[in-house]
């Protein structure tokens, strides 16, 4: 599972939609990331957009794999259209990386028939480019919506030893354009007398710009 809070080196396979938009929202929080496609027009699009360093190629052929880094990153996500490929995508990536977390993009057919192999499996039927990250990321970050334009809603676990941990909202200096909205419990409205307690959950609001900055106050 990939670390959230610190700034992640991730391979995409895939440079489609769902592809293109997981590589741009961790680029938004300053993540580094690869896209590996195969079409060259599209990698000129990918290239195009500066969100990813793209390579041109095959993901199933270990050295075009291995020009993306592997042994240096710490998520590989296999995001095309080809499940068998994806696979193997993410099978090589752990032979040449044992330590990486690795996220399948799957379909109904196949279902959760290889989620034994790889870290995490999504679908295509729901497999929004947020799902992705999600998956990304693993159970303590995790976006549920961009609500309105580039505003994202992030449900965060907060760290043990967090820079907020034990401090009241007041006494907290999150950035302007970023808010968190509920309490721990969940069953309030944040206030400003609000503690921050680790190991629980808060809804926060934040525009793309500080997001990184207020991950780092809540998971350190």
Known sequence: ???????????VAGGGTVGFRTAELLDERGHDVFVIEKDPVRCGELADAYVATVIDGDATIPSILRQAGPEDADVVAGLTNDVA??????????????SLHTVLRTDARVGDAHANLVGAVIYPERASALLAVN?????????????????????????????????SLEEISFPSGSLIVSDAAGSRVARPATVIEAGHHYIVAAEPSVTDEVMQLLRG
């Open 1 to 11: 599972m990939a670390t959230p809070g610190k700034d992640l080196r991730v391979i």
């Open 85 to 98: 490929a994806n696979l193997a995508i993410c099978m090589m990536a752990q032979q040449m990386n044992p």
């Open 135 to 167: 998956a990304i990321y693993g159970g303590d970050v995790r976006s549920l919506e961009h609500a309105m334009g580039e505003l994202e809603i992030i449900e965060v676990r907060v760290e043990e030893g967090a820079p907020a941990v034990g401090k």
